[in-house]
RNA sequence: GGCGGCGUAGCCAAGUGGCUAAGGCAGUGGUCUGCAAAACCAUUAUUCGGCGGUUCGAGUCCGCCCGCCGCCUCCA
């Protein structure tokens, strides 16, 4: 089996062929550090997430990096709006975002290389450009020249004379062509400044991923990632600088994920229809969160709402409680027994694994791969549901085993990370602190509930558990006596 | 205007020409229960925005139309 990825540049799903046998060379656009960051970054961060953990999963070496940009426009602004200096602005939303990172449970690269650690590199191939006649200066200014790169516009499927035509383009009298961008820019007062060649100045924006990307990856390297939003003008221009850089192949797979919509319109910043992480797992678990990520295909809009959130929470649970529930089986029962499990219900079990790989081979289809979990979580609790007073071995076997594939699994999307019964507890501790009641409270109440069903006082004993659900607490009945649970929203 | 994408049940969503159109959430009926809850079983799209075409066969390919969205300026 070969993983499939669609590759924007062709515009086709293809088989992965690395450059170096079994090693995957990614590199992802990261933040740039101004601001917290809101849900659409961390789909950003869980596909990519998820991606590494697949390919790791299925025995690649992973070398993955994620820069940061924390020399720019919007930093020099906000730097100055806060009466800060744009090292402390970028340092500060650089540790929001890892802690966000890590209360996502988001793995950490291989590498997160910041623009102001790189800038003699970044100077260095501006010098290359220059050579070749790609670019050019312009007092402190040094240009891209966007006419000499005959693939120009080849993977966001532009050509120069269309894009000319658009109305939003300012002409920049000193640019030779009105698509020439930025690789230096020199700087104003009160600005930070590196000594170029070309004067005090920084670096464009798009350049840094070029000259980072080839430090650590070399000059050609597998998957270049980020948002859709970032095919034009950024991973244009970063094709262009690094291919006329460096004369050979740049990136073999480039790979986009879609925006995270709020009723159907882009979530961004200048919109101002964002969330923030924090704001997201103040509500509600990660998991819940990375589910819902994972609830549809990663190039697909996402529209975010509680509703969809509140359902993910359902889901999640549901899966938890089943490998609670098995967990709680013994190992072994009656050798001689026959397995009450049908051959339907353990066919979808045992090939749980496979339908699994061959959904997340075809492009990473997380959608698919979940419905494959779910749908052999339905067959564990019906042949759980089954179990007769002594179960046969096999069926506990077959239980115990489906019940660990489907939380391996699920780990490789990064779910399912929790112990199942920790998971049930910790998640009733969490919205019973929010309450008045204790669970010792509950107890006492359960315990007069009981001594008047013994009574077969009915009527009394609905009353406490009509108290007790109004207080958002369940009660479930069952041999083995009564428990309670947290009602779920 | 240029480029790209989407439209599948009440909602979310998978479906790379061919067995009964995954899965989740919600709903309804049943099993279980003193009654519930949970879980399970059954049920909810003769049909995939509309109209044509290609094909033995189309949700899937092609054309046109309708509706929605994104990029073309900083953006994940």
Known sequence: MTISIYNTLSGTKAPLETIEQGHVKLYVCGITAYDYCHIGHARSALVFDMIVRYLRHRDFKVTYIRNFTDIDDKIIKRAQEQNTTCDELSSRFIRMFHEDMENLGVLPPTLEPKATEHVQEIIDMIQELIAKDLAYQVGNDVYYKVTKFAGYGSLSGRNLEDMQA???????????????FALWKGSKPGEPTWESPWGPGRPGWHIECSAMSRKYHGKSFDIHGGGKDLIFPHHENELAQSEGA???GFVKYWVHHGFVNIKDEKMSKSLGNF???REVLADYPAEALRL????????NPLDYSSTALNDAVTGLNRIYSCLAEIGQLPTTGNDK???AASKKDMQKITSLAERF????DNDFNTAQALGHIFEVVKALNKIRQHLPAEPATADLTLLHQGAATVQELGQVLGLLNDDPAAHMEKEQDQILSTMTITPDEIQALIDQRNQARQDKNWARADEIRDQLLEQGIELKDDAAGTSWQVKSN
């Open 166 to 180: 658009g109305a939003r383009i300012s002409v920049n009298e000193e640019k030779q062509h009105p698509m020439d």
């Open 246 to 248: 460096n004369g050979e």
């Open 275 to 277: 969330l923030t992480i």
């Open 337 to 339: 027994a026959k397995g």
């Open 292 to 299: 819902f990520i994972f609830s549809t295909h990663y190039r």
């Open 357 to 360: 790989h061959q959904a997340m």
